[in-house]
């Protein structure tokens, strides 16, 4: 029995750390694809300013 729970043990942390790794990727791909958002906003901002006689930059 001893051995059973130390094998679920181990199993349970292993499933839970691959777990958190994927997360660590899951959560970067949505930071780039917010930050790609973004950037896109500011380009079209950019682009308004630009048409207006402005200097064609929102910073």
Do not use: C, E
Request: hydrophobic share 35%.
């Amino acid at each position: 029995m001893h051995d059973g729970v130390i094998k679920l043990g181990t199993a349970t942390a292993r499933g839970f750390g691959g777990a958190m790794h994927k997360m660590v990727g899951y959560a970067s791909d949505s930071m780039r694809g917010t930050i790609r958002q973004i950037n896109r906003g500011i380009r079209g901002i950019d682009a308004v300013l630009k048409q207006f006689g402005g200097n064609g930059s929102a910073y």
